[in-house]
């Protein structure tokens, strides 16, 4: 009974492709069948993508579902290719698709086996199977692909023998060659050559080839990574063995081959922003950051799912913004000043002015989701119920994801001196800056400095500030009572509006209110940098300044280019554009931004070309630093729970705060506010070593005013 059912099955297996060729078969889905061989030609949908670092060659990450790479033909070693063909369809050259000869000796051998030992699948087959599975949108579509039955069987013979009209033997085998799985999640030849052999499958030796076509049978049970290699060597030996009766090689080459040991050099490819390597561990906020700029593309998806299943299948080469060098410089002046394990976040990111290129990505912590060995939180009301995050985190501290940021001090007064000369107002606007100031706007529920009728009364950091004031030494000295008195002069939703402009985003529900067209005229505080950003959007609003007032919006990436070598493009306005192309607007004019500027060298001690700055500035130290024409801001909060600086030449923009992601009432201190400012000076300086040292260009005389 039981040998009728195993010869049964054999039968079915073996013989009913053999009368599919002869013309028996079903009808139905013949339509069906006819429009496949167009789409069993096109390259596999499911190919890896490469990120590298903006010289091109370094690799970041990789990012794929399954490991695949396309190779042409004419890239893969004549080893494997004939290793191939003798492992699994030694009559690939002389049949149609469907090998009748094929057919009928398997039926031979499993019948005296009295179980299938032997498959009747040519080569062609074997690819219609793979193409169709890779090619699935549906589970039924998959299942159809895959399952183990007899109208699977006729289906793939029928499309093997269309497909061979089709196309040349050649162009089938490279396509089953870049699709065929040989574990260790390498699909095609490019991969598995990496991950075995750490190398390009043109480079493959015969042994090589000859271990690596016999893993397509059964990838598993021929792994040559195990401990055991005998099941590994048996099957290659098998290979080399076919080779030599196809005339492939000869018998004195067979037998020189096959006392060859086996000799791997694994590669375990990385797979995601997770995976970046612990020699540049650093580079995966980065990456992440990159990452969430990817998902937010139209060009490569209707929703951020597609979008991400675009990056993991699509095969592009991605050249990212990072500069290796810079990202070097900045990390190091951020862990001396703040080294790993304090639960103190000191991060920096450096942005190129005129492109919004981020060139690096630096904080005081591991990239790693691995939080077992972290410290306790240093929230109360949290600690001893979860981890803090430190030492190791993935959470984007420095901008680009989903986190709100940290308020930013006095960083924001440069939004309301750029509205203010915006809207006209001129350098030489004078105020007298009393250490206290009763100002128009009322002061929020539970904000500080409240006084008399519930106004909202300021006071500055120091009584060394009061007098009369300009722009060049409201700003160098950060007056708080000159800015809200400019603030009113122009409108506090004048302020909040360029900060729009110039790149800030609203994250939490009180700073959306207080931004929103009802309420936003009455923020005045908004000028002493409440609202929480994060050091990407203000490096990259004050690289608006030092491109002499040309906005661009942060970009990971100077280069994306499609499996063909074409650029991957994106829509704008109707007219197609590299997706890699920078987006820049002049957002205010170059007369504003040079008068900004002018006022921001007050602060750093370079000085002023037009103004005057008084007799002292928040950071006099940056310019002895930098040793190069700078300007920039400084900026604390309430107490001092975070300490910000944030600087720029005329080639690069800087911006570093200090404080604790995981409690914002964390007291950072007055004593810490000069790491983010040396941490600045100091990559400042060092990432432009060498080079050229430009000017900036004083304003016009006529946005100065009159003294």
């Not at 080459?253 to 006392?259: C, Y």
């Not at 201190?669 to 070593?689: C, F, H, M, Q």
């Amino acid at each position: 009974m039981r040998s009728g059912l195993i010869a049964g099955v054999v039968v079915a297996a073996v013989t009913y492709p053999l009368a599919a060729v002869g013309g028996l078969g079903v009808k139905a889905g013949a339509d069906f069948y006819d429009s496949l061989p167009s789409q069993l030609k096109t390259v596999p949908p499911a190919q890896t993508s490469y990120v590298y670092a903006a010289d091109g060659k370094t690799l970041i990450t990789l990012f794929y579902e399954e490991h695949r790479k396309y190779a042409p033909i004419a890239d893969i070693s004549e080893n494997i290719q004939k290793a191939i063909v003798a492992s699994e369809d030694g009559r690939f050259y002389q049949h149609n698709g469907v090998d009748a000869k094929g057919i009928a000796r398997a039926f031979v051998a499993n019948h005296t086996a009295g179980e299938v030992s032997q498959g009747a699948s040519t080569l062609t087959m074997q690819y219609v199977r793979m193409a169709l599975r890779d090619g699935a949108q549906t589970p039924s579509e998959v299942m159809a692909a895959t399952e183990q039955t007899s109208l699977r069987k006729i289906r793939e013979a029928r499309l093997a023998i269309k497909l061979e009209q089709q196309m040349s033997k050649i162009d089938i085998l490279e396509r089953y060659l870049n699709v065929a799985y040989f574990g260790h999640r390498a699909y095609g030849i490019f991969a598995a050559s990496q991950i075995f052999f750490s190398k390009l499958p043109a480079d493959l030796s015969l042994a090589e080839a000859a271990t690596l076509a016999g893993l397509v049978k059964a990838p598993s049970a021929y792994d040559p990574a195990g401990t055991d290699r005998s099941a590994a060597t048996q099957r290659r030996n098998y290979v080399i063995d076919r080779m030599r009766e196809l005339n492939y090689i000869t018998p004195e080459v067979a037998e020189k081959t096959k006392q060859e040991p086996i000799n791997l050099k694994i590669t375990d490819p990385p797979n995601d922003c997770t995976s970046v390597s612990s020699q540049h561990n650093s580079w995966g906020f980065f990456c992440d950051m990159f990452k969430n700029w990817w998902i937010a593309q139209p060009a490569f998806g209707a929703n951020p799912g597609e979008r991400e299943d675009n990056l993991r299948r699509g095969g592009y080469k991605i050249v990212t913004s990072l500069d290796p060098k810079v990202q070097d410089i900045a990390m190091d002046h951020v862990t001396k000043r703040q080294p790993i394990g304090s639960s103190y976040a000191l991060g920096e990111v450096v942005v190129q002015p005129g492109t919004g290129l981020v060139k690096a990505m630096a904080v005081n912590r591991n990239y790693s989701l691995d939080q077992a060995n972290n410290g306790a939180h240093t929230d109360p009301a949290r600690g001893g119920k979860i981890k803090g995050n430190y030492p190791n985190t993935v959470n984007p501290l420095l901008g680009g994801g989903n986190l709100p940021g940290y308020q930013a001090g006095s960083t924001f007064k440069i939004f309301t001196m750029v509205a203010a000369l915006d809207a006209g107002l001129k350098m030489n606007t004078w105020f007298y800056a009393p250490h206290r100031y009763r100002s128009i706007y009322f002061a929020g529920w539970g904000e500080r400095g409240s006084c008399g009728g519930g106004h909202w009364c300021p006071v500055n950091a120091s009584g060394a500030m009061t007098g009369k004031h300009a722009m060049w030494s409201g700003f160098g000295k950060s007056v708080n009572t000159y800015f809200v008195q400019l603030e009113q002069k122009v409108g506090a939703d004048k302020a909040v509006r360029m900060a729009e402009r110039l790149g800030l985003h609203w994250r939490t529900d009180i700073d959306k209110l207080q931004a929103s067209p009802a309420k936003a005229k009455s923020w005045g505080s908004f000028t002493l940098g409440v609202a929480d950003t994060t050091p990407l959007e203000m490096a990259n609003a004050y690289a608006t300044m030092a491109a002499e007032g040309k906005y661009c919006e942060a970009l990971p990436v100077i280069g994306i280019t499609n499996p063909d070598g074409s650029p991957a493009m994106m829509d704008v306005k109707g007219k197609q554009v590299p997706v890699a192309t920078p987006r820049c607007r002049q957002e205010v004019t170059k007369a504003v931004a040079r008068a900004a500027t002018d006022a921001m060298r007050c602060v750093t001690g370079y000085g002023a070309a037009k103004g005057s700055c008084g007799n002292w500035s928040t950071a006099p130290g940056v310019y002895g630093m930098v040793k190069r024409p700078v300007a920039g801001k400084t900026g604390t909060t309430d107490d001092t729970r975070a300490a910000w600086f944030v600087g720029f030449t005329k080639e690069l923009a800087a911006a570093s705060f200090m404080a604790d992601p995981d409690n914002p009432f964390h007291v950072t201190g007055d004593w810490n506010s000069w790491k983010p400012i040396e941490t600045v000076s100091y990559t400042l300086r060092d990432a432009l070593e060498g080079k050229p040292v430009k000017q900036f260009t004083p304003p016009p005389d006529s946005i100065l005013g009159s003294k």
